[in-house]
């Protein structure tokens, strides 16, 4: 599966940035998942839990607090006041 | 000759006390600063971040008609200003204070206890300013802008250049600049360009508040250091000094008791 490279970034600085497959997130017009290829899109979140997947197919959960998600041509950016791995 | 020499020795000792406790200080600053540059650095990634987000939105003609974008004449301006939480940091404070003086009409939010002092607010601390703190902040501060009651907002931080040098700087975050460089860019908006930008400005703005802060605060701690670093080095020498008076003075004196002696039993 096509891979894109994703840089989550907070306050904290960046908590990640690396390759993966898939992300779901909820933004404010619903639910959407960007996947590799996507047009260059930006679009404000709400606060939710969002899932990633990574190159390997691991499934990462987590909450975020609202912000902005940017889908540029080769990379996006997630940028929000906190975003949090949940442990499974 | 005994009051002469009595009075050097309280004053080398009372350097030597004040050598003690900028050598405290300056082993604290120096502990902090791994510290402060970390937050820093993870700050500036951010920054960049929230920045290209935002120089794209500012790049779409639609968002124009955004309030945050609405350049105003009348020049009502607010200014955040973040100060440390301490004295002793050479002339971190005074540098901020300084810039403040060439915006005297404008309305200061204080950041740092010395700011807050001065400005004559409750009290808060620059050191610990988190990104709740800012968020709730720039809450009040876009509201505030939208409906009209200022016109600009900008914000006196310290700009960490070296662990030598820093430069009280301000920086303007609303209204936005229009971006004329960028030509019309192809991404799609969702639900349009205006909602968006008017949802991040709140969290940019508290972003910048945060991410301004933490440099400023590491510029803080590296200036404390320098300025203790020196302190410590006059201590020293003044206590060279005083140290070289006082053996000359103690030797004076068993010279001239001798030589009284001497005299006294040449009969």
């Known amino acids: 599966m096509k891979t894109y490279h994703l840089t989550v970034s907070t306050p904290d600085g960046n908590v990640f940035s690396g390759q993966c497959t898939e992300l779901l997130v909820k933004g404010t017009e619903g639910e959407l998942v960007v996947m590799a290829g996507h047009i260059p899109f930006v679009t404000s979140l709400v606060p939710s839990r969002c899932t990633l997947w990574l190159e390997d197919g691991t499934e990462k959960a987590a909450t975020v607090d609202g912000g902005v998600l940017t889908v540029g041509k080769d990379s996006v950016t997630l940028i929000a006041g906190s975003f949090k791995f949940t442990e499974e | 000759m005994a009051g002469n020499t009595k009075a050097l020795r309280s004053r080398i000792k009372s350097v030597t006390s004040t050598l003690q406790l900028t050598k405290a200080m300056e082993l604290v600053a120096s502990s902090k600063i791994r510290r402060a540059n970390e937050g820093m650095q993870k700050g500036r990634e951010y920054a960049r971040a929230l920045e290209s987000t935002v120089s794209l939105l500012r790049g779409d003609g639609d968002c124009l008609k955004s309030p945050y974008m609405q350049k105003r004449e009348t020049g009502r301006t607010r200014i955040v200003i973040i100060a440390g939480d301490r004295g002793l940091a050479g002339g971190y404070n005074a540098n901020v204070f300084r810039l403040a003086k060439e915006f005297p009409e404008a309305e200061f939010i204080p950041v740092g206890k010395r700011a807050c002092e001065r400005f004559g607010k409750e009290i808060n601390s620059s050191e610990r300013f988190s990104f709740a703190d800012a968020l709730a902040l720039s809450g009040t501060l876009c509201r505030d802008f939208a409906e009209g009651e200022f016109d600009r907002l900008g914000i006196i931080w310290t700009k960490y250049v070296s662990v030598m040098t820093q430069e009280a700087t ?5 209204p936005f600049e229009k971006n004329e460089s960028g030509t019309k860019s192809l991404v799609t908006f969702e639900p349009d360009c205006l ?8 969290e940019y703005v508290a972003g910048m508040m945060t991410v301004l802060a933490r440099e400023s605060f590491a510029s803080e701690v590296a200036a404390r250091r320098m300025a203790m670093d020196s ?3 006059n201590a020293r020498q003044m206590i060279d000094d005083l140290q070289l008076e ?5 030797q004076g004196a068993i010279t001239q008791e001798i030589t009284e002696i001497v005299a006294g039993s040449g009969e």
């Open chain 2, 231 to 233: 302190a410590g080095k």
């Open chain 2, 246 to 250: 006082y053996n000359r003075a103690r």
């Open chain 2, 170 to 174: 301000v920086t303007w975050l609303l």
């Open chain 2, 195 to 202: 909602t968006v930008l008017n949802n991040i400005t709140r």
